[in-house]
C-alpha cells in the first residue's frame, strides 16, 4: 500500500507564502498523477490543484487559481504545492494524494484518487 508523506504546513501572516512538498514511500512518484486537496474544519474536503505524471498539465481550483502552483521533480521524487499571497481561508490541513494514470492526464475527482498522506497543517493568520 502506498504511503503519501507531506511537508512544508506551518504558520504564516496573510499575505505570505509556503511551499508543500509529497514524496511516496514505496514506490516512485514518478508512476502517479498526484494531486492537492484541502479540509478546514468542519467543512468538505476541497480539490485544490494536481499534475500529471508527466508535469506537463495541471488543474486548479478557482479559489487558488494565479496564486497557488503546482509542480513536480520527477528526478528527485517530489511534487510541490506553493502558496503565494495566503489568505486566512487557504487555513486547512493539505493532503497529498495520487493515482495510476497515463502519462498526460491529471486526475481532478477527489475520489479518483487512491493513495493518501496523512496531511499537513496550513494556519494562515488575519
Known amino acids: 500500500q502506498e504511503q503519501l508523506v507531506e511537508s512544508g504546513g506551518g504558520l504564516v501572516q496573510a499575505g505570505g507564502s509556503l511551499r508543500l512538498s509529497c514524496a511516496a514511500s514505496?514506490?516512485?512518484?514518478?508512476?502517479?498523477?498526484v494531486g492537492w486537496i484541502r479540509q478546514a474544519p468542519g467543512k468538505e474536503r476541497e480539490f485544490v490543484a494536481a499534475?500529471?505524471?508527466?508535469?506537463?498539465?495541471?488543474h486548479y481550483a478557482d479559489s487558488v487559481k494565479g496564486r497557488f502552483t503546482i509542480s513536480r521533480d520527477n528526478a528527485k521524487e517530489l511534487v510541490y504545492l506553493q502558496m503565494n499571497n495566503l489568505k486566512p481561508e487557504d487555513t486547512a490541513t493539505y493532503f497529498c494524494?495520487?493515482?495510476?494514470?497515463?502519462?498526460?492526464?491529471?486526475?481532478?475527482?477527489?475520489?479518483?484518487?487512491?493513495?493518501w498522506g496523512q496531511g499537513t497543517q496550513v494556519t494562515v493568520a488575519a
Open positions: 499534475i500529471s505524471r508527466s508535469g506537463g498539465s495541471t
Open positions: 514505496e514506490h516512485s512518484l514518478s508512476a502517479y498523477a
Open positions: 494524494a495520487a493515482a495510476i494514470r497515463l502519462l498526460t492526464v491529471v486526475v481532478t475527482t477527489i475520489e479518483d484518487f487512491e493513495y
